[in-house]
């Protein structure tokens, strides 16, 4: 068994060689925290043993002590760390937790999705090979679980992609909870009757509702995620009949 050691980031019972500064560091993650400079994962060549110290190529048992540096390990990542059901994903060149059956690789959006969503997600290609556009951290290689939306993107944790603004999960309740506060909550006598044009960014739909400063109602989809489109349109009240006051003759 490989013994308790590590770093927060992985348990495994050896150091990795630095090729790009022949340091020693745990794991790459505290090499890039430490330097100026990033550790390329796949060029690692040599290892330390945390028992006896024994530099020697990358491999899963200390040739000195026989020490298991990690109960997984990958020869491609070179990657040690406790058996979390890892597997190496090919086509994404990184190692992926599993376990294996429960996932697949979308050649479209090339990257290895829940088996739950094979047909039964909008690809985007080559989705993951950019930053989060909330947090700007890397996705692809991210040990951050990313968060697939209806709208195809990625994002590490919102309520609505930054990029297209489509609602992220389902708002169902959100959006009763905000007819109850609207109905408890009337406009003042000057904006009854005003509506106004708004677009959908959950169906994209284009329609006119009465307008609240607590939001506006998609009339398609039922949604508040909505965009005002233009100013106020304050429908004209109904004239009263005024005519001109009748005066006895005298």
């Known amino acids: 068994m490989a013994a308790s050691a590590g770093c927060d980031h992985y348990i495994r019972s050896c150091l990795l060689k630095a090729p790009c500064c022949g340091k020693l560091y745990v794991c790459r993650l505290c090499h890039d925290a430490e330097e100026n400079h990033q550790m390329d994962r796949f060029k690692v060549r040599e290892v330390q043993c945390s028992a006896c110290l024994t530099v020697q190529q990358t491999q899963q048992t200390c040739q000195q002590c026989h020490l298991l540096f990690g109960e997984y390990y990958c020869d491609i990542c070179h990657l040690f760390d406790k058996d979390k059901k890892q597997y190496h994903c090919q086509p994404c060149g990184i190692c992926r937790i599993g376990p294996r059956e429960k996932y697949f690789h979308c050649e479209k959006c090339n990257l290895c999705l829940a088996q739950d969503l094979q047909g039964n997600h909008k690809c985007v290609e080559n989705v993951s090979r950019q930053n989060c556009p909330v947090?700007?951290?890397?996705?692809?290689?991210?040990?951050?679980?990313?968060h697939v939306l209806p709208c195809g993107h990625l994002l590490h944790k919102a309520y609505r992609c930054p990029l297209c603004m489509h609602s992220a999960c389902d708002m169902q309740n959100h959006w009763k909870e905000i007819d109850k506060e609207i109905a408890q909550s009337p406009m003042p006598t000057e904006y009854q009757g005003a509506m106004v044009k708004i677009m959908c960014n959950d169906c994209q739909a284009h329609c006119t509702v009465p307008f609240h400063v607590l939001g506006m109602k998609c009339t398609s989809?039922?949604?508040?995620?909505?965009?005002?489109?233009?100013?106020?349109?304050?429908?004209?009240?109904?004239?009263?009949?005024?005519e001109p006051q009748q005066h006895d003759q005298q």
């Open 221 to 242: 989809c039922g949604s508040y995620n909505t965009a005002q489109d233009g100013g106020l349109i304050q429908l004209q009240q109904p004239e009263q009949n005024m």
């Open 135 to 146: 947090c700007m951290e890397d996705i692809h290689t991210s040990r951050i679980g990313a």
